[in-house]
């Protein structure tokens, strides 16, 4: 319970601090931060059954599709991302994508690069994208409304779209890390360590949980999706000395387990990869720290 009480007092205050609570005050959304707190609401809600915390975290994807769904305040654009009208966007808020929310602007063309710099830059990141996907996935488990699924289906094939290509030698896919704020053009080539294999499990939570809402007629499907991200990961060695990167490793073991678990998917193999991946890079992560 002490434990439970102490979260219910860090998201009072993230609430506070940027602006959920008030519509009066200007709202920081970030969407890294954002897809996590929103999961944080849904399971206190959970836990202790008040309807408040269900309400924050419904209002906080609102206001992170108003805020990142649209181009920032001192852009020369304005609107949607998407292009849509606000109807439209309304009901397809995440067909464009959604920005970070970075403090600087993105980088424009032309501009050269500064790598200091464009870790304050705004845009979009594929691993970002994937957090939001996943939130908006639990609130239609949580709440059974297969809308917020569905909105996750889209930025998934938009996410695609934008982020992967294939090199002019031909042959798999690749993906860049960093794409602009409309994804017309990308900021970082090179392409994240564990971004295929993030996407790869995120499409599956999806697909699965379409599934649960056979009303939802508009759904796309990912099987192309998955399989391109499938090609990606076929050989990887997803060991890595960040920390960072070793606790994304061991929340998409964790979400494969369920895959696996609960719903059947024949992953296993996979599995026992990603966990010996897993061992080695706290095995190592122990030895220098």
Not at 216 to 231: D, F, G, R, T, W
Request: hydrophobic share 35%; aromatic share 8%; proline share 2%.
């Amino acid at each position: 319970m002490e434990k439970v009480i102490r979260s219910q007092s860090i998201m009072s205050d993230f609430a506070a601090s940027t602006g959920l609570f008030d519509d009066s005050c200007v709202s920081r959304r970030y969407l890294w931060t954002d897809a996590f707190a929103v999961c944080n609401y849904l399971q206190l809600y959970c836990q202790i059954g008040e309807k408040k915390f269900l309400d924050l975290a419904l209002r906080l994807i609102d206001q992170v599709h108003q805020s990142l769904g649209k181009h920032r305040k001192d852009s020369v654009r304005s609107g949607w991302i998407s292009g849509l009208n606000e109807e439209q966007a309304k009901q397809h808020p995440t067909q464009g994508g959604l920005r970070i929310g970075k403090q600087l602007n993105e980088r424009q063309p032309g501009e050269s690069v500064d790598e200091t710099l464009e870790w304050n830059r705004d845009g979009q990141y594929f691993h970002y994208l994937t957090k939001w996907m996943h939130a908006l996935n639990r609130v239609s488990q949580v709440t059974s409304k297969g809308i917020y699924n569905q909105w996750a289906l889209e930025l998934a094939k938009v996410a695609s779209a934008a982020f992967t290509y294939v090199p002019s030698t031909g042959g798999v896919k690749r993906m860049v890390w960093k794409m602009s704020i409309d994804l017309s053009r990308p900021l970082v080539n090179s392409m994240g360590q564990h971004d295929p294999l993030d996407g790869l499990i995120t499409y599956q939570q999806l697909e699965t949980t379409a599934k649960y809402f056979p009303e939802m007629l508009s759904e796309p499907s990912l099987k192309k999706e998955i399989n391109e991200m499938v090609a990606m990961c076929a050989g990887r060695n997803w060991s890595t000395e960040d920390t960072l990167g070793i606790g994304g490793l061991l929340t998409d073991a964790y979400k494969l387990v369920q895959l696996i678990d609960i719903h059947n998917l024949n992953e296993t193999t996979r599995l026992e990869v990603l966990l010996n991946n897993i061992e080695y890079s706290l095995r190592v992560f122990v030895t220098q720290n």
